[in-house]
T-cell receptor, first 113, second 116 residues
Framework: GAGVSQSPSNKVTEKGKDVELRCDPISGHTALYWYRQSLGQGLEFLIYFQGNSAPDKSGLPSDRFSAERTGGSVSTLTIQRTQQEDSAVYLC???????????FGPGTRLTVT | GNSVTQMEGPVTLSEEAFLTINCTYTATGYPSLFWYVQYPGEGLQLLLKATKADDKGSNKGFEATYRKETTSFHLEKGSVQVSDSAVYFCALTPRGGSSNTGKLIFGQGTTLQVKP
């Protein structure tokens, strides 16, 4: 079946602009995670959604970052007033439920100029 | 807090050599442990996992044993192939209390290059 998809695959934006990154999880997966992969920080957890529960936002690096998950499916990660240090690959993963195997999408490479 | 430390790379081996990539962790409670692999141009994939002490995870000839006494989860393979060239990430999922979200905490990654 279809895996986790993310769009766009690449995004170049100017410093100060807002960006939206999209994640389509595997159908039926109730848990959804966002991670960031950057040269300086490695792979970092950002945010977690599980069903209708309040999301775990403990990994978001600043209040410029936010995410939502509509209808328990598609998720959007929004970065406001982008900075150069936001340049990274943003990965989305989904799993049947928490603690089950996570399946990763191909990522969105964000470059802030 | 929870953290994962793995040996720095790159690791360069000849085909059929023995591979060890060291991984140690710090965690409260009893985490689940994972190795993920990222092949060139591909996404992260789960390679193997272990959920409790003394468990051995294995897949594609790779093995790792959950050692609680040494807080380690070293990755080994007896005979590497060129196709094993990739970046390998050790990771844990905290468990217990409010930590049962399944979020992964990753090590820095180790690049393996296997030469023919």
């Amino acid at each position: 079946g279809a895996g986790v998809s993310q769009s766009p695959s690449n995004k170049v934006t100017e410093k100060g602009k807002d960006v939206e990154l999209r994640c389509d999880p595997i159908s039926g997966h109730t848990a959804l995670y966002w991670y960031r992969q950057s040269l300086g920080q490695g792979l970092e957890f950002l945010i977690y959604f599980q069903g209708n529960s309040a999301p775990d936002k403990s990994g978001l690096p600043s209040d410029r970052f936010s995410a939502e998950r509509t209808g328990g499916s598609v998720s959007t990660l929004t970065i406001q007033r982008t900075q150069q240090e936001d340049s990274a690959v943003y990965l989305c993963a989904s799993s049947l439920r928490e603690t089950y195997e996570q399946y990763f999408g191909p990522g969105t490479r964000l470059t802030v100029t | 807090g929870n953290s994962v430390t793995q040996m720095e790379g790159p690791v360069t081996l000849s085909e059929e050599a023995f591979l060890t990539i060291n991984c140690t962790y710090t965690a409260t409670g009893y985490p689940s442990l994972f190795w993920y692999v990222q092949y060139p141009g591909e996404g992260l994939q789960l390679l193997l996992k272990a959920t409790k002490a003394d468990d051995k995870g294995s897949n594609k000839g790779f093995e790792a044993t959950y050692r609680k006494e040494t807080t380690s989860f070293h990755l080994e393979k007896g005979s590497v192939q060129v196709s094993d060239s990739a970046v390998y990430f050790c990771a844990l999922t905290p468990r217990g209390g409010s930590s049962n979200t399944g979020k992964l905490i990753f090590g820095q990654g180790t690049t393996l290059q296997v030469k023919p």
